[in-house]
């Protein structure tokens, strides 16, 4: 029996993790550092397939102000904007010779618009991302959510959970320690019920203030993700959020770290930097990027 042959060609992919030194730690990207000739469908097709919390294409980019452009993927779900893929791809475009000799400061094209990126140069990079422009949305209330943790009223911390967003809308729920953040468990039905008539995809955020910052876990089901080793699209807003109750500083060069990822074995450090008071400069997420993998996709 005779088949018929359908022509292929190679697509190369690298697997790095991000927000960690550690191989294996952090949150895994995949990122596509020659996407042209895919269209929106397979994208969602291959970042079904590889099953990370997110998948990166890169393109020549249309706007004179950016490097490239870049598309994120979920498995189920493109994104606008999401910080662990820009700077994921931010190391790749860096690790591959890609960004100018002594260029410190690019920028790339998202769905959300241009994200500025910022390199500080060490014997390892550490690579920052500016916040895309942070919305206050709905105040919820503590006893639903509280359930939709599977947990009592009396864990959460007394300041209302709310909804922010950078372009990723995500409910912010402070609770009173780590051990109450380790002990969450997300019910679907709760979050359903806290969504009501909410339209898109909702991240809900579980953190506890520390000294050096917060302890996080973040869960994502409609976005096909149960639970995110690190989410630098929400630590922005988290920083927001932390300064309007009082656990962060408002003074330009205030820092902060969001430990993530511990509960699922990818611990993950978020760093953060007001820029201006209270960030009226922008707020930046940023962190280090491990290089683990190189592979080919034939289609």
């Known amino acids: 029996m005779n088949l018929a042959m359908t022509s ?20 895994a990207l995949a990122v596509f550092p020659d996407a042209v000739g895919l269209d929106t469908a397979t994208m969602q097709k291959i970042a079904r397939e590889l099953n ?8 020549p980019s249309s706007r004179p102000d950016c490097l490239a452009q870049v598309r994120i993927f979920t498995p189920a779900y493109e994104m606008r904007f999401a910080g662990h893929p820009t700077i994921g791809t931010s190391f790749v475009l860096l690790d591959e010779g890609r960004i100018p000799a002594g260029c410190t400061r690019f920028n790339l094209d998202e769905k959300v618009g241009a994200v500025p990126i910022r390199i500080e140069a060490s014997a390892r990079p550490l690579l920052w991302l500016t916040t895309p422009p942070i919305s206050k949305g709905t105040v919820f209330e503590r006893n639903a ?12 911390l007394e300041p209302a959970p709310q909804l922010l967003s950078a372009g990723n809308p995500t409910l ?11 002990h969450a468990s997300l019910d679907l039905a709760g979050v359903k019920a806290l969504k009501g008539t909410f339209a898109e995809p909702l991240c ?18 409609e976005h096909g993700i149960i639970e995110d080793p690190a989410t630098g699209s929400s630590t922005g807003p988290l920083a927001a959020y932390m300064m309007e109750h009082g656990w962060l500083g408002r003074t330009a ?8 990822g511990v509960k699922m074995g990818r611990r993950s ?11 009226r400069d922008g707020i930046e997420v940023g ?5 683990v993998a190189e592979a080919t996709l034939q289609i």
Do not use: W
């Open 8 to 27: 292929t060609r190679p697509y190369r992919y690298r697997v790095v993790d991000v927000f960690t030194t550690q191989p294996l730690e952090g949150n």
């Open 145 to 156: 959510c509280a359930r939709a943790l599977g947990l009592s009223p009396g864990e959460l």
């Open 52 to 59: 990370l919390s997110e998948t990166t294409f890169i393109f």
């Open 269 to 279: 450090e978020l760093h953060v930097q007001l820029n201006g008071d209270a960030g």
């Open 287 to 291: 962190g280090y990027v491990t290089a």
């Open 204 to 221: 809900v955020f579980v953190f506890a203030p520390t000294a050096g910052g917060a302890y996080s876990r973040m869960f994502a089901p």
């Open 172 to 182: 912010f729920i402070p609770v009173r320690d780590p051990g109450t953040v380790d």
């Open 253 to 260: 060069g205030t820092k902060m770290v969001s430990e993530q």
